[in-house]
T-cell receptor
Framework: TQLLEQSPQFLSIQEGENLTVYCNSS?????LQWYRQEPGEGPVLLVT?????EVKKLKRLTFQFGDARKDSSLHITAAQPGDTGLYLC?????????????FGKGTHLIIQP | ETGVTQTPRHLVMGMTNKKSLKCEQH?????MYWYKQSAKKPLELMFV???????ENNSVPSRFSPECPNSSHLFLHLHTLQPEDSALYLC??????????????FGSGTRLTVV
């Protein structure tokens, strides 16, 4: 069974600060995705990383896939209140997709004005 | 309307009731999924449909019964549920089951409370 551990579970910081959240596993994934979920809504895809060592940037968000494709990190620079939400990482196995995506429990992020 | 639409948004049902959750996607995607989201747990995959055929039943109790009449619609029929089945039920779609690089598009979910 593939598991994804996210840390920290909860994070509350002031507007303007930087932060990093982590997604770790002992399993190798063919790709890894990050989603943000706001209260009362479904998760929304932010990014997909596929190649080991890959770095992708989305405005103030920087995503990195570990060299061994077992872990990933999300770094937010100068956090804003609009960044508040539940951040989920999800990994795709190497099979045909019948196993769907494996999700972590998420990091609850609160950015205080 | 675009994206993935789920109805109802909220549902309260007794343990002896029968109800159905509906999901509709207008993205031309070939794969659709039901996930259960409970507090302090990762999203749990319940069912996978590819080209209207069920390809995965993740040891889900028979009180949950999925139906996919066509590639745009997905239902989850509920009967004799237990209070521990209370959760947010999310529907998602993707271009195809095998290609997950494009990610899933989720609906807003149905918040189910079993009393």
């Amino acid at each position: 069974t593939q598991l994804l551990e996210q840390s920290p579970q909860f994070l509350s910081i002031q507007e303007g600060e930087n932060l990093t959240v982590y997604c770790n596993s002992s399993s190798v994934f063919s790709s890894l995705q990050w989603y943000r979920q706001e209260p009362g809504e479904g998760p929304v895809l932010l990014v997909t990383v596929v190649t080991g060592g890959e770095v992708k940037k989305l405005k103030r968000l920087t995503f990195q896939f570990g060299d061994a494709r077992k872990d990933s990190s999300l770094h937010i620079t100068a956090a804003q209140p609009g960044d508040t939400g539940l951040y989920l990482c999800a990994g795709a196995g190497s099979g045909g997709g019948a196993d769907g995506l494996t999700f972590g429990k998420g990091t609850h992020l609160i950015i205080q004005p | 309307e675009t994206g993935v639409t789920q109805t109802p948004r909220h549902l309260v049902m007794g343990m002896t009731n029968k109800k159905s959750l509906k999901c509709e996607q207008h993205l031309g995607h070939n794969a659709m999924y039901w996930y259960k989201q409970s507090a302090k747990k990762p999203l749990e995959l319940m069912f996978v449909y590819s080209l209207e055929e069920r390809v995965e039943n993740n040891s889900v109790p028979s009180r949950f019964s999925p139906e996919c009449p066509n590639s745009s619609h997905l239902f989850l029929h509920l009967h004799t549920l237990q209070p521990e089945d209370s959760a947010l039920y999310l529907c998602a779609s993707s271009q195809s089951m095998a290609d997950r690089g494009g990610g899933y598009t989720f609906g807003s979910g149905t918040r189910l409370t079993v009393v």
